[in-house]
């Protein structure tokens, strides 16, 4: 059995099977009620922001109070709400969806995390490694990965399975 590793494009679907805007309208629609059940259940505020880009729903959900959100925008709740929520619109719309939920800004920082997890895979690299492996993510982030290596000069690709996937960068 060979090794399951592929390049950037590889963690991003095929153009044929990119959903239309009007899918990805109603899947936000769905996420966003879902999401909106799951706060008055926890009796939490937050506004909800829909968009539509890439491909993906991304819904956002925001508040004024700076703690009242805390709890949900750590890395791991967004991650299991995202999937929940996920499996929410797949049941109403009988389709799989890829939708992203940032929940306080927290993708903003995750991506910034991801920022410095790449600077120090590249200086890794300067100064004399082959390569550098980052530690496991979720496609979506191994995707911001390709794009933060790709933009610094260098190359990635994906490699492993599973829960164990992960990105390892080399020089071009």
Known sequence: MTENTDVIAADSPAEDDSPTLDQLEKEGDVAADYIEEFLDICDLDGDIDIDARNGRAYVSVNSTDAGSLRLLS???????????????????????????????????????????????????????????????????????????????????????????????????
Do not use: C, W
């Open 74 to 172: 750590r890395p791991d709740t967004v991650n299991a709400l995202q999937e929940l929520t996920r499996l929410a619109v797949q049941n109403k719309t009988g389709s799989f969806s890829r939708l992203i939920l940032d929940i306080g800004g927290s993708r903003e920082a995750r991506q910034a995390e991801l920022g410095v997890l790449v600077t120090r895979a590249i200086e890794r690299i300067a100064a004399g490694a082959t390569e550098a492996s980052l530690p496991p993510m979720s496609s979506y982030e191994r995707k911001l990965v390709h794009d933060l290596v790709s933009e610094h000069g260098y190359v990635s690709e994906s490699t492993g399975e599973g829960r164990d996937r992960h990105t390892v960068i080399t020089a071009a």
